[in-house]
């Protein structure tokens, strides 16, 4: 094996002169210094490293979100000139709404759907505004694992973090643990993403259901990261107005409020844009504390005027008709979004096999008894390893990914996201695995002809 | 007079029980609210306002923003796709270098330049970090009347407000009182405009030294809003390479951070897109109190990764562009963008020409002894009236402004910005302030033949 793999594994002494001049602990490596460390070992060694740390959209934008920015920018180039409204441009607020409608069969009204600058926005801004509504109530307690910046919101507004590891709790075990945390008063909201981010567990609808009963009982806010809307492929959500519907907690609670993305989804990441969905009740409830940092006691109004006003004076007007654009054909019916996206899925099946088979196991392997299902991330691990250990082996075979720690789990592994991976670099996927596993074990366990 | 004027006065009732109604106390009202209002005057009785609340730009954008973003989109389609580096699009970092050497004379690299999502979001991230860096010092002291939207940031990042008014303080007295706030060690920042909103006051190069010179000795942050960059129509700043160049208070300190606007000298407000730039030495300095909320000591580092990752995850990819080409232009010499924007100040000298040959006076009228600039805004009252009066009486007669009450100071008055006037309404703007100030008065002061 070990003439086919090239340069592999790389001499050490680069790596660990980078690493310790640095002061780069391989457990607590945040994604730009993986990149910076990556980037000049391709440089010195002269190799391509197989990339998986980033969590990024691999595929180029449907057409669809570019010509409604240029056609705005034609046919009205004042557009620039006017301030967006700051809760949204109609256009906008509408196609989200039935957007909701049609891929969930959740009633919401075009004022319950604000646009923000990116998810990143609409997470801020929830945080703030759950965790400050209630005196002593300041804790944002976390499904985890999760995206490590969610946490860094928490730090910047001052707010505590607070986590729960769905390796340990799924089901009821989850419902009662959530309810011991909610029982001290101190949790303001409750954030995750389903599919997870990093580990694709989806949480199943009747822990939706046990979640929104205590957000309820307890006034509790629930942040649904939805950046993987509809991303569980063992299901089709594809069809607008047609079951099955993408669960939702929206269906447990109006304590809800639901973050969507267009990063994943639609591909668009690079323009910022994104809304988040407010339950209707809850938009209209007052919290007389909220005013100490959103100058109004209106859950809907301290989002907008409060928020948005305050971080952005509001969301860029092109990149809203685009959005608006994409949110109408899938609606419409004429722009399947989850078919184009469903390639993650199968990407994630061929590269999940070639890591089992070379002696790798899945951390997060079970959904609820079920096998994890196959989308933009999974988890790996090689027995008796720890995540450090193992990402310097993958760093001297080619291999970049993220360390599980970084995402708020105790957990041992690696995070390997399947977005940048070319069909055409699975062979070279086969053989870098082959080859570690070989100078791990001491034998090889696959060959490019494992890839199915 | 009074058969020209139509249907002014209107009717009190109808306002009155909108007043009421709405809560709206006249003194406190924000923009918002007066759009609705004003919005239900006009539906109500059919007439057209003249609107002078906004602070939005009334030009069409030059066609240089648009083609740019439009241009990416058709030879880079897959742009939207990838996430904007988190510090800015290189393009845009280095043509705000050059545009801050040519209309300055100062140096700064490109990563000294940050794109923001707007100003606003610039000076979000500004106060936050300038406010917790020390402990203890985390209050941001206003050089007021100013932008009301700022309050409400530092209120939002749970930071105190301190306010001097540069109608009592100017001069060597402005230099004296602010260090006797920076004497307390409360003070984190020291934020202001120059011009002022809306008062139109011009900060003296000896204002610029002595603040500079405290701004070190004391370790405070100066967040210069540059918002009216270069708009002081007195001078010529708008020849690239040239004396005169723009005040800035980077000739005088360290500890400054500039935050520039496209939205008035470009009128490119709704692409939400603007950068800020950290004085080189400030960029790389270290606060161990800066951990706490930004997970870095480093000021630079703060702001974008503790900054603009934790908000936005980055500005739109082709709003930069647009802004970058704006400033290639500018400093190319082939687009005199202050030329463009010098109508505001034409205009700003014929409308208070009205207002003061029909009993009212200008608030801040002096500018150290020189009379006030023409430019965006300015600020009037009539003797022996407050603000809340004279706002109630310019609603009956078709005319809307912004108390100045929301902007800071104690002064009765009210902002009246010039930018969505046009011509051809200044004949019917003399109409009604002479019916105005007969009803006020009881005699006719002025005729449209006063409009020169």
């Keep these: 094996m070990s003439e086919q793999t090239g340069p592999f594994p790389l001499e050490t002494e680069f790596l660990d002169r980078l690493l310790q001049d640095r002061e780069i602990d391989l457990y607590q490596v945040s994604i730009r210094e993986l990149t910076r460390l990556v980037a000049e070992l391709v440089d010195h060694f002269g190799v391509e490293y197989l990339r998986f740390e980033f969590g990024i959209p691999g595929l180029p934008p449907p057409a669809i979100g570019p010509e409604a920015e240029i056609q705005l920018l ?35 009204l075009p004022e319950n759907c604000i646009p923000t600058v990116g998810a990143m926005h609409g997470g801020f801004i929830a945080q703030s505004i759950a965790g400050r509504r209630i005196e002593g109530a300041d804790t944002i307690l976390y499904l985890d694992p999760g995206f490590p910046v969610n946490k860094l919101q928490t730090q910047f507004l001052g707010l505590k973090a607070e986590s729960i590891d769905i390796y340990d709790y799924r089901g009821q075990e989850l419902i009662a643990e959530i309810e011991r945390r909610f029982a001290t008063g101190k949790i303001g909201g409750l954030l995750w993403s389903s599919p997870n981010n990093p580990s694709w567990v989806c949480l199943k609808d009747e822990e939706l259901a046990g979640i929104g009963r205590l957000l309820t009982d307890y006034d509790v806010i629930g942040i649904e990261d939805a950046a993987y809307f509809g991303m569980d ?13 993408v669960p939702t907690i929206a269906n447990h609670t109006d304590n809800y409020l639901m973050v969507l993305s267009s990063s994943k989804i639609f591909s668009y990441a690079g323009q910022r844009v994104a809304v988040s969905v407010i339950s209707p009740k809850l938009m209209h409830r007052r919290y007389p504390y909220l005013r100490k940092f959103h100058n109004t006691d209106l859950f809907g109004h301290a989002f907008v005027h409060g928020g948005i006003y305050t971080t952005t004076a509001g969301v860029p007007q092109t990149a809203q008709h685009a959005l608006a654009a994409l949110y109408e054909a899938a609606s419409d019916g004429s722009y399947n979004f989850l078919e184009r996206v469903r390639v993650y899925g199968d990407r994630a099946r061929r590269m999940k096999q070639l890591f089992l088979s070379n002696g790798f196991e899945l951390v997060y392997a ?58 055409d670099q699975l062979e070279e996927l086969a053989l870098r695995l ?5 100078q791990l074990q001491g034998a090889p366990r696959a060959t490019p002809d494992n890839v199915s």
Tied chains: 1, 2.
Excluded at 375 to 395: C, D, W
């Design 74 to 108: 034609q046919d009205y180039p004042q557009t620039p000139a006017t301030y967006p409204p700051f809760d949204g441009v109609p256009r906008l607020k509408q196609a989200t709404a039935r957007f909701i409608k049609q891929f969930t069969d959740i009633d919401v």
């Design 366 to 423: 079970e959904d609820m008894g079920e096998p994890i299902a196959d989308g933009f991330y999974f988890t790996v691990i090689r027995p008796g390893m720890t995540g450090r250990e193992l990402l310097y082996q993958m760093l001297l075979f080619g291999l970049a990914g993220l360390p599980l720690r970084t995402t708020g789990t105790r957990r041992e592994g690696i995070r390997i996201c399947v977005s940048l991976i070319r069909d």
């Design 233 to 245: 492929f063992r299901q089709d959500y594809g069809l607008p107005g047609k079951p099955p519907f």
């Design 434 to 438: 082959a080859a570690l596993d070989e």
